[in-house]
């Protein structure tokens, strides 16, 4: 079912009102959150099937009274699948994604059959640097993640689970191809720097570095992470044609080997700096 940001006024109302009773602090991610970016600059895109919420929250009892107060007071549904994911009475699928107290080596377990385990390296960081705040059509007033913390966000998913995240790629060139539009107030107003550095430098190249740059700002006070993002992004660069990620990227794009290797080494130079 592919939903647009307009029809989930209902579920945003029933997630803020157990968010708040609770106190739980929370941001969008994942394609929902890429759709308010890319709506809010006029541009095109597709509806998303699902909701990805960052949910900040203690322990799995108050991640447990937010699924029982959906149940009980709502009519949502668990999930057969995945650990994290409720069903709405319309049939939404919303995944929520705990970090902040209940992880144990950045990652989230659960008993059950299905997905049990998240990845959630990253979330904290993206929390206290790397969000900002929309007044949504639906009339809500909710944290989003920027655009930068997204492909932060995928490249970590993607390296951990490469063999189901082929959609991570995409979603990332696709950003990146983007971005110079998206954000042109926030290259022009703090990276006027990148012009005229380089005679033959592309927007697109700009682009890709402003985003590792932006993408190092979120994780700077974590060395640990920010290593791993340098060698995610090296890994890939040095294996060309044979990388996955790239592969993926270069049919979602259209543009050949040597011009997606190019946009990475610009978005290492970026987090590099």
């Known amino acids: 079912m592919n939903i647009r940001l307009g029809e989930l006024k209902t579920v945003f109302d029933d997630l803020e009102v157990i968010f708040n009773q609770m106190e739980i602090d929370f941001y969008l991610i994942g394609a929902l959150a890429k759709e308010v970016w890319y709506t809010g600059s006029g541009q095109l895109q597709r509806a998303t099937k699902d909701v990805d919420f960052a949910v900040f929250i203690a322990s799995k009892k108050d991640y447990e009274g937010v699924k029982t107060y959906l149940i009980e007071t709502k009519n949502y549904s668990e999930s057969r699948n995945n650990a994290f994911i409720m069903i709405s009475p ?3 699928e919303i995944d929520m994604l705990p970090f902040g107290g209940m992880e144990i080596d950045d990652d989230v377990n659960f008993k059950g059959t299905g997905l049990t385990n998240i990845k959630v390296n990253g979330f904290m960081e993206v929390h206290q640097s790397g969000t900002a ?4 059509d639906t009339g809500h007033s909710f944290r989003i993640a920027t ?3 997204i492909v932060l ?3 970590i998913s993607y390296d951990a689970r490469p063999e189901n995240r082929g959609k991570d790629p995409r979603d990332i060139i696709n950003i990146v191809l983007h971005f110079f539009n998206l954000q042109s107030d926030l290259i022009y107003d703090h990276h006027s720097d990148l012009f005229g550095r ?3 430098i592309e927007l697109e ?3 890709a570095k402003v985003i590792g740059r932006e993408i190092r700002k979120i994780i700077a006070g974590n060395d640990d992470l920010l290593q ?14 044979k990388s996955g990620l790239i592969r993926n990227m270069v049919n979602e ?3 050949n080997v040597d011009s997606i290797l190019q946009l990475l080494i610009h978005l290492l130079e970026g987090v590099n700096e």
Do not use: Y
């Not at 705040?133 to 949504?136: A, E, K, P, S, V």
């Not at 992004?233 to 044609?241: D, N, S, Y």
């Open 90 to 92: 319309d049939g939404v």
């Open 133 to 136: 705040t929309f007044d949504l």
């Open 147 to 149: 655009l930068p913390a």
């Open 153 to 155: 966000l995928k490249f």
């Open 198 to 200: 380089e005679d033959d």
């Open 205 to 207: 190249q700009i682009a």
């Open 228 to 241: 791993r993002i340098v060698n995610i992004l090296q890994v890939q660069i040095e294996q060309k044609e």
């Open 253 to 255: 794009s259209g543009k």
